[in-house]
């Protein structure tokens, strides 16, 4: 067992420590020292830090160095035993007894100083008290300004969720009304099962912030949640919303740059104050509300708006929706959904098909169009064919579908000409799937093929039933023939159409992906790289404590992310062996 001693030390002259002799002090240092209070006047000490077994040759520390981070250096060896000594050097009468503390089996610290023991703080302080009351001073202006400089960074983030013990920081900001400066990103997430009532104090701060960047608000639902109609006399997110409307209405947000707010049900939202901030680039927004008659406004063409996501319903206003898309200097990605209701009959065309024949006017450089249509039936039965034309975006260079069907062959009808990308994020069946597209590429004059096509399945989207397992759907003799049947299929895709020029189906499973891709002259497999990556974030999801066993879990890395955003899985728990 090896044992270190430490002295806590006191400033000495360059010269005694080039020369290795015992420190002197400076005259000027004494005259200073002869006005203080004879209470005061204690004998300097000096550092001096060796080790048992080793020689007990003292080791002069650099100039002008803390006692404090000696003794951490020293906390943070490997040993077992550490003792820390105030020992006197200067001669006369008035010598000092030392003093020793023993601390037997001593942990490796955390890097953070939180990590020590309050017990052990007691214990430096009182030494170092007993030799300098000067050097207190300093330790503790140290320490109060280390509570400056983190105070910021504690406050920066502000998370919360429903049925998750608050920390209080909201007390914090409303005793020190000036903390509310540094609070840059606030989350909260009401469970749609639970009441959001803890998380009410959140919306009324909303007011209060002036340097917000990011506010993303998303209601969760789990794996045995659905939306049922609504019920007067059931406990809901009702009452949360409606504060955090009046919240954003009173607040003038002037650095604000990313905006989620995504509820379970249809709730309107008034996006006007979130439309005014200077700085927005990113909005996602479900069922939004804003007043076209209202003179205060932004103006059509005048917010910087980059990328848009809104959650819809199929009767939605359109003259809201073309006040929204219309206000974007140049928008570049658009996303909607107007799955949230279910409709009797299949041909409605939904929101998409009433939006597209002005979007073209609002946006015409839009570049990137994520689509999640109400009904599946306008990707696929021919007696529908067309009813989508999205020719108007003549800018559009990709194109996504999702809540498709197994053979969307109507999404190759009436594309724009610039088009490069079109992506799929749902399962296809490649051998029917490529002989009706052969069929209707004679039939139909409007049909084209981009030159590049990506089918991006994500297996975890569909294992609702079961969460806790892969889901497998291939065996090792099967997995085989699987890819030689989609390579038979999809290698005609750049054999019969002249401008398709490659194929990139990606297959994504719990822990690991894979790549293929398929161009004129052959095909070939890729990994993903995303093995080490998925089981990073696995691991770390298991390691996280009860309260947290319910958190918001990306579906992969397809477009589905953007419209399942809201979607809870639950992961095991090891602590409680759930």
Request: charged letters at 25%.
């Amino acid at each position: 067992m090896r044992c270190q001693t430490l002295a806590i030390p006191d400033s000495s002259s360059p010269d005694s420590e080039e020369s290795g002799q015992e420190p002197v002090l400076k005259r000027r240092r004494i005259r200073r020292r002869a006005n203080e209070p004879a209470a005061l006047r204690q004998p300097r000490s000096s550092l001096k830090v060796h080790s048992k077994t080793s020689s007990t040759t003292p080791t002069t520390p650099s100039r002008r160095r803390n006692p404090l981070l000696h003794l951490l250096q020293a906390a943070g060896d490997d040993d077992d035993t550490i003792v820390i000594s105030s020992r006197e050097t200067t001669p006369g009468p008035r010598a000092v007894t030392p003093r020793t503390l023993i601390v037997l089996n001593f942990e490796k610290p955390n890097p953070c100083l939180m990590g020590l023991c309050d017990n052990l703080l007691r214990q430096i302080v009182d030494l170092v008290s007993y030799d300098s009351p000067r050097t207190v001073h300093a330790l503790r202006m140290c320490c109060r300004r280390t509570a400056e400089v983190a105070e910021p960074a504690f406050c920066r983030t502000l998370i919360t969720t429903s049925g998750v013990p608050s920390i209080g920081i909201e007390r914090l900001l409303q005793a020190r009304p000036e903390r509310c400066a540094y609070v840059k990103t606030v989350a909260a997430y009401p469970k749609y099962a639970s009441p959001a009532k803890s998380l009410k104090k959140t919306a009324r701060l909303l007011p209060q912030l002036p340097h917000l960047e990011v506010l993303h608000i998303a209601e969760t639902l789990s794996i045995g949640d659905r939306i049922r109609p609504r019920d007067p006399m059931d406990e809901n997110n009702d009452e949360f919303f409606s504060v955090l409307s009046n919240a954003i209405t009173d607040s003038t947000f002037v650095r604000l740059k990313v905006c989620t707010i995504i509820s379970a049900v249809e709730r309107p939202v008034s996006i006007k104050r979130i439309l005014q901030s200077p700085c927005l680039s990113s909005l996602t927004v479900s069922y939004p509300y804003v007043d076209p008659q209202d003179r205060d406004l932004p103006r059509r063409n005048s917010t910087p708006l980059k990328h848009l996501t809104l959650f819809v319903s199929p009767f939605a206003n359109l003259e809201v929706l073309a006040c929204i898309l219309g206000m974007p200097t140049a928008l570049e990605t658009l996303a909607i959904d107007d799955s949230c209701h279910r409709l009797p009959d299949s041909s409605f065309r939904g929101i998409l098909g009433a939006t597209l024949p002005t979007l073209g006017s609002l946006q015409p450089g839009l570049k990137t169009l994520k689509v999640y249509c109400v009904s599946s039936y306008l990707y696929t039965v021919s007696r529908h064919t067309g009813d989508l034309d999205f020719r108007s975006l003549q800018q559009l260079q990709e194109l996504s579908f999702s809540n498709h069907g197994v053979c969307p062959v109507n999404c190759f009808i009436n594309l724009p000409p610039r088009l490069q990308t079109l992506r799929f994020n749902g399962p296809i069946s490649q051998e029917v799937f490529v002989k009706k597209l052969f069929d209707l590429s004679t039939q139909d004059q409007r049909f084209s093929c981009p030159p590049n096509i990506k089918i991006d399945l994500d297996y975890q989207h569909y294992i609702e039933h079961n969460p806790w397992t892969s889901f497998v759907i291939h065996e090792e003799d099967g997995d085989a023939r699987h890819i030689v049947r989609q390579t038979r299929a999809l290698r005609k895709l750049t054999d019969r159409f002249t401008d398709c020029k490659r194929v990139v189906v990606t297959e994504r499973w719990s822990i690991w992906s894979r790549r293929m891709e398929f161009r004129k002259n052959g095909w070939f497999c890729l990994q993903d790289g995303d093995q080490t990556l998925n089981d990073k974030v696995e691991a770390q999801a298991h390691q996280a404590p009860c309260a947290y066993l319910y958190r918001p879990t990306v579906f992969g890395r397809n477009d589905l992310t953007i419209f399942k955003q809201n979607y809870l899985r639950p992961r095991p728990c090891q602590c409680c062996n759930f």
